[in-house]
């Protein structure tokens, strides 16, 4: 997501936004409510911090700051809701009905998110997993270096068949969904917390093993070591591949040395790998696009940030600002898929009306979140809420793509996520579809479902799986555990 998150709080500088599926900036897998900011001392003992004191602070902030003041509730007694999330959601409903606002809106941990979007601090096994309703079949669709399970072998394309905290208790994850669905899988992994241990039955490369992994902190690295930057080269040319896992401030070093690396090599076409990027800082989608604006102007807008009418003195707009690093593409392929969100829809779209067909959405369409929020902070509480503030439009003031991004641009090609190849990987679905348009082939466009945001017409069999109350990092990053 993005808040100005696309990232700072009002309080030092006003701020600017999924979940996943259901919601915060991006994804796709289908989540409610809310958690986080419990408060200092459980949030009651902490003066300023009852229950009804924060549910009151957060209504006051939505009617000040909320882009959509029209579908708020005049009044909305908070007695009955036992959480601050519930109560926001209460709040936001019409919005949500309306398909503006799935969950945009929400109360995290002002510590747990500054963690996060500084480092890509978290506590998990460090994998991103999807789910076949269907086939009640769970898969690692990323693996993260530095982190548990790639320690112990679990990388892209494994399989997880059981979940237990010991040997003696694995359940099938076919007898969880049948059970529980796939909020009960996400149970069975256990809660983010380090310490946390599962023993997981697991299928890799055809080879059965039981593993036991236990959560740990660890920073996820923007850019893989492994394939977040490369270049292919296919029939005597030159192609870069760069894979974003989630805006986050270290993403910036990253990216600059990724295009260092095309720059040098001389590339002019390029693909984008965001299929699972649920969104992240404003600040580093403006360095992406100028990592590729080279031939831009100083006066070509890449977006336009507007508040609500009253609040218009907080609207803002970046324009190209070229890097020591900058490239300028000819043809620029990106990969989305119903995970794609916030931040990176922003760099998607900024590029629509400069290279028009010659950018290509690849994959299945986009989340759908043309909207941002900022960040307000009721410290005492470590209550951050996150506020649906402010629309994002391109050049040619085209915004709105609640439904995804597929019938905004101009060019796409369908195509699958095959976890039996690496990510980059020339063999890997939506890479070769990738190569394909830079190289010029024919490909069948990708046309969206209205009112679903993440569905084409080639449906990915498989889901990111996040839960309910799903923590600033798996709202960034659909599907980390």
């Not at 009960?184 to 039981?210: E, H, I, N, Q």
């Not at 994002?392 to 019938?407: K, S």
Request: glycine fraction near 12%; charge should be neutral; charged fraction near 15%.
């Amino acid at each position: 997501m993005y808040g100005k998150k696309l990232g700072q709080a009002l309080s030092t500088v006003a701020a600017l936004a999924m979940l996943s599926a259901c919601g915060e900036g991006g994804g796709s897998t289908t989540a409610s409510g809310t958690g986080g900011g419990t408060g200092t001392g459980g949030g009651t003992t902490t003066a300023g911090c009852t229950l009804r004191e924060r549910q009151d602070w957060a209504f006051a902030q939505l009617k000040e700051w909320y882009l959509f003041p029209d579908t708020l509730p005049a009044s909305l007694d908070p007695s009955p809701y036992t959480t601050v999330g519930d109560y926001i959601d209460a709040l936001t409903a019409t919005a949500r009905a309306q398909h503006k606002d799935r969950y945009f809106t929400y109360l995290t941990s002002i510590a747990g998110e500054d963690a996060f979007y500084a480092s890509g601090s978290s506590a998990g096994f460090g994998v991103r997993l999807s789910y076949d309703t269907a086939g009640k079949r769970l898969f690692v669709a990323e693996s993260f270096e530095g982190a548990p399970a790639l320690a112990a072998g679990i990388d892209r394309g494994t399989e997880i068949v059981a979940i237990g905290t010991t040997t003696a208790n694995l359940q099938t994850v076919a007898s969880i969904f049948t059970a529980s669905g796939a909020q009960g899988v996400s149970d069975a992994l256990g809660p983010s917390t380090a310490g946390t241990s599962r023993v997981l039955k697991v299928v890799t490369g055809g080879v059965t093993s039981t593993v036991t992994v236990t959560k740990t902190d660890y920073s996820l690295t923007p850019v893989s070591s492994r394939y977040g930057a490369k270049i292919i080269t296919e029939g005597g040319q030159k192609y870069g591949y760069v894979n974003l896992r989630t805006f986050i401030t270290t993403a910036d070093p990253a990216l600059r040395d990724a295009f260092a690396q095309f720059k040098a090599a001389g590339v002019t076409n390029v693909i984008v790998d965001l299929r699972y990027n649920g969104g992240g800082l404003v600040s580093i989608a403006d360095l992406f696009g100028d990592l590729m604006g080279a031939n831009r102007n100083a006066s070509d807008a890449f977006e336009y940030l507007t508040f609500r009418p009253e609040k218009t003195a907080n609207n803002s707009s970046h324009n190209f600002t070229v890097q020591p690093q900058s490239i300028a593409p000819i043809k620029i392929a990106f990969i989305g898929t119903g995970g794609t969100a916030s931040a990176s829809e922003i760099l998607i779209n900024g590029f629509v009306p400069y290279l028009h067909a010659n950018a290509a959405l690849i994959g299945t369409n986009t989340y759908g979140k043309p909207v941002g929020q900022i960040a307000l902070d009721k410290t005492a509480c470590d209550d951050r809420l996150r506020v649906i503030a402010f629309a994002v439009q391109n050049a040619a003031r085209q915004g709105a793509y609640y439904d995804g991004l597929a019938n905004f641009v101009e060019a796409s090609c369908q195509a699958g996520d095959d976890i039996a190849y690496p990510l980059g990987d020339p063999r890997e679905a939506s890479t070769r579809s990738a190569l394909d348009f830079l190289e010029g082939k024919a490909c069948t466009k990708i046309t969206a479902n209205a009112g679903l945001g993440k569905q084409a017409v080639v449906e990915q069999p498989r889901e990111l799986l996040v839960p309910l109350g799903a923590s600033t990092a798996q709202r960034e990053t659909p599907g980390l555990f």
